[in-house]
């Protein structure tokens, strides 16, 4: 068990560029998330998948941001056209669910990829 | 929508003693799981405890414990035998039942632990 890892850690870009992060889950969990981070505050949800569907999004995830999870494994996060507010942290985390089923089952988080967008 | 507050952006305490650290929420839901989870200077987001609220009895994790004060909407974090490894920041937070992990977060209390 390695952890939930995230690439790249930090990420420095300028405004209007395209970024993509990616998240390798912990294998075999079939849940994965992604929060935001701005500094000084909480992380806020953004979206998460069961496997390889995504069940609910966030309405701070606007359609500049899109998420996906192709085959379940990882996911990726792409950015487009970013702007200096999307400057922030943002984390992955996953967790192994009973299969559909809602519950508060242990979330393990990575360490994140910071974005800076000048 | 739920909201989570932690008036105290920071603390210290020394080595050894006793630190609370407060959080307050709101929400109308009856039921639902509150949360700390601590972030050192990693950023790797760990979970200290949860308590679920149709518990009466609150949630302890070895030095870590609760008070949960269900009608005052109010659920404190208490660290006895402060360690030097316990300087981080602490996020309180809430999930509602059968809501899968979709967590509020509050804005976090930064708490450093002096030798």
């Known amino acids: 068990d390695t952890g939930v890892s995230q690439d790249p850690r930090h990420k420095i870009t300028k405004r209007g560029q395209n970024v993509t992060f990616r998240c390798d889950p912990i294998?075999?969990?079939?849940?994965l998330y992604w929060y935001r981070q701005t500094l000084g505050q909480g992380p806020e949800f953004l979206t998460y998948f069961q496997n390889e569907a995504q069940l609910e999004k966030s309405r701070l995830l606007s359609d500049r941001f899109s998420a996906e999870r192709p085959k379940g494994s990882f996911s990726t996060l792409e950015i487009q056209r970013t702007e200096q507010g999307d400057s922030a942290m943002y984390l992955c985390?996953?967790?192994?669910?009973?299969?559909?089923?809602?519950?508060?089952?242990?979330?393990?988080f990575g360490s994140g990829t910071q974005l800076s967008v000048l | 929508a739920q909201t989570v507050t932690q008036s105290q952006p920071e603390m210290s305490v020394q080595e050894a003693e006793t630190v609370t650290l407060s959080c307050t929420y709101d929400t109308s839901e009856n039921n639902y799981y509150l949360f700390w989870y601590k972030q050192p200077p990693s950023r790797q987001m760990i979970l200290v405890i949860r308590q679920e609220a149709y518990k009466q009895q609150n949630a302890t994790e070895n030095r870590f414990s609760v008070n949960f004060q269900k009608a005052a909407k109010s659920f404190s974090l208490k660290i006895s035998d402060s360690q030097l490894g316990d300087t981080a920041m602490y996020f309180c937070?809430?999930?509602?039942?059968?809501?899968?992990?979709?967590?509020?977060f509050g804005g976090g209390t930064r708490l450093m632990v002096k030798p």
């Open positions: 294998s075999e969990h079939n849940r």
């Open positions: 937070a809430f999930m509602k039942h059968w809501e899968g992990n979709m967590l509020t």
């Open positions: 985390a996953s967790s192994l669910a009973p299969r559909g089923v809602s519950t508060n089952e242990k979330l393990f």
